[in-house]
Nanobody, 125 residues
Framework: QLVQSGGGLVQSGESLRLSCTAEGFTLNFNGIGWFRQAPGKEREGVSC????????YHADSVKGRFTITRDNAKNTVNLQMNTLKPEDTALYYC????????????????????WGQGTQVTVST
């Protein structure tokens, strides 16, 4: 299972960090992604990372503000979110895939069979 932590309520301009830990899997995932879903909107890819080479993808809306990193020893992927904006408010999910996709396909949520439980991020003005 994928276990998420972090999230919460912050003011505009502040930071949060989300973590996603893979528990109970005997193989390493090839790709981990963070997605978010705001009320009434589609779930969108925010940031993704290829586990082997560390290459990353960030949506245009978060470039320069969000950073995705992996911790091999802890089997964890972190999403550092800085300079948060009210439009970042959403339910955030991590997802994982064993198939070896590159950063071009990782932002597509349909490629992920494993999902975390979701964590709320709320940014107030």
């Amino acid at each position: 299972q994928l276990v998420q932590s972090g999230g919460g309520l912050v003011q505009s301009g502040e930071s949060l960090r989300l973590s996603c830990t893979a528990e109970g899997f005997t193989l390493n995932f090839n790709g981990i992604g963070w997605f978010r879903q705001a009320p009434g909107k589609e779930r969108e890819g925010v940031s993704c990372i290829v586990w082997d080479d560390g290459s990353t993808y960030h949506a245009d809306s978060v470039k320069g503000r969000f950073t995705i990193t992996r911790d091999n020893a802890k089997n964890t992927v972190n999403l550092q979110m800085n300079t948060l904006k009210p439009e970042d408010t959403a339910l955030y999910y991590c997802a994982a895939v064993f198939t070896s996709y590159g950063t071009r396909r990782l932002p597509d949520r349909k490629n992920y069979p494993y999902w975390g439980q979701g964590t709320q991020v709320t940014v107030s003005t």
